[in-house]
Each structure stands twice: as C-alpha cells, then as structure tokens.
C-alpha cells in the first residue's frame, strides 16, 4: 500500500515483535473531522483499515471515550465482532502515561496478550492518531519479553517514527526496566 494511501487510512505501521508476531499501529479506524474541525466516525474508512490490517483478532483501544465522536468505541466493537475480532478498551489520557487502574487491568491482560504473540498472532493497538499511546503500549509488550526499554523505544520507532508522543510516556517507560515476564528471563536485557 502506497505511503500516503496508509496515512489516509491513519495506518501508523507494524511493529514485528521478535519471537512472536507483530503489533499494527493505527489512529482510531474511521476517525475524521469535519472541515470545522468536528469529528465523526466514517464507515467506508473504517472497513477500509481493518480490512488491510486484517488478521489481528484483537484490538486493543486506549483513547478516552471523551476524545471520540459519540459511540465510536460501540461502532468499532460491532465492526470488529463482525470480522470475528473483539475490542479491548483500556483508556489512557493523551501525551500521558498509564495510571495504577491501567496496570492492574494490563496485569490481567498481559499473559494472554504474550500467548497471542508467541503463537505468531496480530494485535491492533489504536489511540487517537495511533503514534504516542499506541506505540507506549508497543513498547510495553517488547520491555515484558526482555527488551531494554531504549532498545524497545528504539524497536518501535523503526517502524513508526512518531511513536511515545511525550516526555511522560518515554520517562515511565524507562522505568520499566524492571518489567520482564518471568517467562521471558525475569530482567530487562539489552538484547
């Protein structure tokens, strides 16, 4: 697909995640704005990135509800359910990093999330415009499979440039040396 057909969609890229699958980074599928600046849901773009983004059976949403148009999150949940895929909404406030309710949620989340990607799966990751949050939470999966946190920042930003929008996002993610699954060596290396 053509660059700037992938920036129409708000495709922000795919980030391969070594031994597993990949990650796809998007703004949120079918977020427009109106030319005095209002946003809607269009349908037709929507269809349009989660069909060439195809394959992920899981995405995973973190605008707050307030940023988006009204039911936009119930759209795209019905949109994914039709294409067999479900939604996971966990909402982080924009240029800002995860809060304690957000971790104990992740915490919950995460194995299944790994077990998805060690089996060569896809996971959706979409914020507003798919960069900052999306590629914090890209970031976060590496740091759990035993990446050091520059070396997950530095990962991420290879396939998408605009990735950890704020100082915020990139100090908690530094801090999270110590994230490492167990199941992936316990501590952060600089493989």
Do not use: N
């Amino acid at each position: 697909m053509p660059e700037e057909v992938a920036r129409a969609l708000s495709i922000r890229g795919i980030l391969p995640v070594p031994d597993g699958g990949s990650c796809l980074l998007a703004g949120f599928p079918g977020l427009a704005t109106t030319v005095q600046g209002a946003g809607y849901i269009d349908a037709g773009i929507r269809a349009a990135v989660l069909d060439h983004l195809g394959g992920a059976p899981l995405w995973i949403a973190l605008p707050e509800t307030g940023e988006l148009p009204e039911g936009a999150l119930d759209q795209l949940g019905a949109a994914l359910d039709r294409r067999g895929a479900e939604l996971l909404h966990l909402p982080i406030p924009d240029f800002k990093a995860p809060d304690g309710d957000f971790m104990i949620r992740w915490a919950g989340l995460r194995d299944g999330l790994h077990d998805r990607l060690d089996q060569g799966g896809r996971l959706g990751i979409t914020c507003q415009y798919g960069a900052g949050r999306s590629g914090l939470l890209a970031c976060l999966l590496l740091i759990e499979r035993g990446f050091a946190p520059e070396i997950a920042l530095q990962m991420t930003r290879s396939a998408i440039p605009e990735a950890v929008e704020s100082d915020v996002q990139q100090d908690w993610l530094m801090d999270r040396r110590d994230a490492t699954l167990p199941r992936y060596g316990g501590t952060a290396s600089d493989r």
